[in-house]
């Protein structure tokens, strides 16, 4: 019986397409919240949105490498993304509010987004590769 390694190429490359999904999601969620001044919830919303499309098609093709079409990956995917979503940014905003309670509201929003960020890349990485493009035959 062969054991996994913890990190191995699969977990570097979800990393490269992770920077470059960061790079192009946060850049929405910021402009969004400090400039079009959405507010919270519609600017990591955005952030998302738009982001998890790019993830989607760079995890699917580089990352896992899944060639062939499934609308259960898309499905699992969609549920994936919003599990992770909600528990990452229900979780970092009330936390991050409560610490930073004695600043501005900008503060502890863009704060409580960066936060919410760093708990979503960990839920999503096990969901994705243990859920949404999990090998087959698991």
Request: aromatic share 18%; net charge positive.
């Amino acid at each position: 019986m062969r054991k996994k390694k913890v990190v191995d190429w699969i977990t570097i490359k979800f990393l490269i397409v992770g920077v470059i999904n960061t790079l192009v999601g946060t850049g929405v969620m910021f402009l969004c919240y400090n400039v079009v001044h959405t507010g919270y919830w519609a600017a990591s919303a955005m952030n998302y949105i738009i982001g998890s499309i790019v993830s989607f098609f760079l995890n699917k093709y580089f990352t896992f490498q899944r060639k062939r079409r499934s609308f259960g990956e898309i499905i699992r995917f969609a549920l994936n993304i919003t599990v992770c979503y909600a528990l990452a940014y229900g979780i970092a905003k009330p936390c991050v509010h409560g610490v930073l309670g004695g600043y501005s509201l900008a503060v502890r929003d863009n704060a409580a987004m960066l936060a919410g960020m760093c708990l979503f890349v960990a839920f999503n990485y096990f969901g994705q590769r243990f859920f949404v493009f999990r090998e087959e035959g698991r």
